[in-house]
């Protein structure tokens, strides 16, 4: 399942992570280093912001002049985020050299976070990076928001996937140096810290997650489950990590996804109900029904980890149906559905092998190599019975594959290349669609030629008006 949502991360969210220092940021806002002086402007030193700075110690941020402050806090404190970005941009260009010129590109980032401009508000949080690599709210945004923006199809997504991890690698160095400011309780700044640590290993267990380095993305999202135990999308990318480990670890996997549907249903969720239907998937898939599955949402509700001895018993072998095709089917499913050495073993011995069948339509969407689509059918009265559940998946390079819809019969054949078992079982082949079908699919959803305006005629001369 793919989810897509609107990064929201609340401008209080970011002020409460800006009121937070490290030893190499100075110690804290720009408000804060301007404190007890913006009465007492009257010297170069206090320009400089430079007086008293022991010897050894990092370099404070300091004020180059007062309209240079004047500038930030006319910023900072406007109520429009359009003004605020504009604002922003003028004072990064007049004041190249300011050493508040991240905490400039922080304002512009809440701002265009504000009216819901990911891509723009994450292009300001790496500018404040690059002018101060320890930004921890700039690091905080980007590992927070990059999992809700990624297109996995992108052509630069290893760039981005290793820029992620640099940035939430950062981001966990410079939470080591964070130091609390003096007017901040206890209590709250190490819940903020605790935020702060749950997004960045959040986002190590995305990046390695894409990888398919699932051992890794289960240690660093368990430890972003630890300190945010109540995100949905954490334990929904636990729930994938352990789904396709090799070999699956389905009892987890079902643990971790049901929780994730829980969270997600109490938080309203504009995702909620993708993530019931990939967990339903992934649960009848293994179980063979849906049968105890309200029994496990009820346990994982309350249980941050599943009980010690807690099984999903995998579902029974399919009892022939009379058909010759859908038997041989189920019979590859129910031996690949084992797991472990055995059902590699098993799948060796099926890849290659020719498939050809008669089914139904599910989807059709292009592929990822050029010329390529991917036709989904369904063969079995399971799959025809469900939306978005599909037995074959055929890569056909045949252009008027584009013409099939949902509903269309087909007769396809092709040899086994690969299967997947979530969140349900399907073969992927690499063949083709009969052409005398995708002739007939294209006659079928033909578009009419639009009507002619009709023409409207002048009366003929001397006619009665």
Known sequence: MTIKTTVLLGLSALAGVACLSTANAGTGPAEAAWAGRAEAWS??????????????????????SRDEYDAFQAMANDKDP??????????VTKYANSDFKDQAYQVEMGSYQQLGQSDKAMDAAHKAVEANPDNIAALNYLSFAFPFVFEAKASDKDSKLAQTETDAKRGLEALQKL???????????????????ANFNGALGFVALQRKGYAAAITSLKAAQEDNPNDPYIA???????????????????WYLARAD???????????????????QVYVSRHGSDQGKSD???????????????????????????NQVVDAFYEMEDSLKVGGDQAQQA???????????????????????????????????????????????????????????????????????AHALTPSFYLALDGKINPDDLAAAGEKHKKPPPKKAPVRRRPAHGAAR
């Not at 359009?82 to 004072?91: N, S, V």
């Not at 109900?273 to 339903?280: A, N, Q």
């Open 262 to 280: 829980d969270l997600a249903k109490a938080a309203k969720s504009p995702d909620a109900p993708g993530i019931d239907k990939f967990f339903d």
């Open 347 to 417: 799948f060796q011995q099926l890849k290659g092998q020719p498939f050809a069948a008669v089914g139904q339509v599910d989807s059709v969407e292009k592929g990822s190599d050029a010329g390529t689509y991917l036709v989904r059918i369904d063969i079995t009265n399971e799959s025809k019975s469900k939306d978005g559940v599909y037995d074959i998946e055929l890569k056909d390079t045949q252009p008027d594959a584009k013409n099939l819809a949902k509903g269309d019969l087909v007769r396809f054949d092709g040899t086994i290349a």
């Open 43 to 64: 010297t170069a030193q206090d320009a400089a912001g430079g007086g008293g700075q022991q010897p050894g110690a990092a370099k404070q941020p300091g004020w180059k």
């Open 179 to 197: 130091k609390k400011p003096d007017n901040v309780p206890e209590d709250q700044f190490n819940q903020q810290v605790k935020v702060l640590r």
């Open 296 to 322: 496990v949402l009820t346990q994982a509700a309350t249980s941050l980890s599943p009980p010690a001895g807690f099984k999903v018993p995998p579902a029974e072998k399919h009892k022939p149906t009379g």
């Open 82 to 91: 359009h003004k605020r970005i504009e604002l922003a941009e003028a004072f």
């Open 236 to 254: 929904y990318r636990l729930g994938l990590a352990y789904e396709y480990s090799s070999p699956p670890d389905f009892d987890n996997a079902i």
